[in-house]
Antibody, heavy 125, light 110 residues
Framework: QVQLQESGPGLVKPSETLSLTCTVSGGSISSYYWSWIRQPPGKGLEWIGYIYYSGSTNYNPSLKSRVTISVDTSKNQFSLKLSSVTAADTAVYYC???????????????????WGQGTLVTVSS | QSVLTQPPSVSGAPGQRVTISCTGSSSNIGAGYDVHWYQQLPGTAPKLLIYGNSNRPSGVPDRFSGSKSGTSASLAITGLQAEDEADYYCQSYDSSLSGWFGGGTKLTVL
């Protein structure tokens, strides 16, 4: 059974960089896509971005200028950095495995099959 | 603001059948993109409930079913149980090259 666990500071000051790591256990990080998703308190889910185990990435256009996702296959981990944070970045941050598949009519599609438990990051001075 | 619209809340009594809609447009669901559903129990992470419009992952009871027609999709829950009380999210892809979650629906079991 694949398990994901987020780790990192729970409090970040405004204008600083949020850094989180997701550790994957029970399976290899190879051959899959891995994502970060966040959920502001009392609100819905927002996709942040994803990385392939080989290192290729794609980010939500609304966050692209501030986001960096990286992978360390030797540690079975991938990480998120979000720069210049404000109070609007306060959220529970989830890591998840992204399953990508091909449909002959529409092309590539995806869903998330395994999720971490989430970690609350508060942006405050 | 999401391109996928869900009702903010639905409710039903134990044993009843409820449905949750997810309405999109011709650039996402109507274009043929699949819809996936997630269940988020209070204080927990989302869990994959339905993938590819109507497929259940192993372990998901057959009380949960999904369907898609035109620019909308639906999640149906039969034999409603107290433990089904949760937030439910649909997810699909849009031809704007972005993935989207619906705004979420809170299911209350009366």
């Amino acid at each position: 059974q694949v398990q994901l666990q987020e780790s990192g500071p729970g409090l970040v000051k405004p204008s600083e960089t949020l850094s989180l790591t997701c550790t994957v256990s029970g399976g290899s990080i190879s051959s899959y896509y891995w994502s970060w998703i966040r959920q502001p308190p009392g609100k819905g889910l927002e996709w942040i971005g994803y990385i392939y185990y080989s290192g290729s990435t794609n980010y939500n256009p609304s966050l692209k200028s501030r986001v960096t996702i990286s992978v360390d296959t030797s540690k079975n981990q991938f990480s998120l950095k979000l720069s210049s944070v404000t109070a609007a970045d306060t959220a529970v941050y989830y890591c998840a495995r992204r399953i990508e598949y091909y449909d002959i009519l529409t092309g590539y599609q995806y869903y998330f099959d395994y999720w971490g438990q989430g970690t609350l990051v508060t942006v405050s001075s | 603001q999401s391109v996928l619209t869900q009702p903010p809340s639905v409710s039903g009594a134990p044993g009843q059948r409820v449905t949750i809609s997810c309405t999109g447009s011709s650039s996402n669901i109507g274009a043929g993109y699949d819809v996936h559903w997630y269940q988020q129990l209070p204080g927990t992470a989302p869990k994959l409930l339905i993938y590819g419009n109507s497929n259940r992952p192993s372990g998901v009871p057959d009380r949960f079913s999904g369907s898609k027609s035109g620019t909308s999709a639906s999640l149906a829950i039969t034999g409603l149980q107290a433990e089904d009380e949760a937030d439910y999210y649909c997810q699909s892809y849009d031809s704007s090259l972005s993935g989207w979650f619906g705004g979420g629906t809170k299911l209350t079991v009366l």
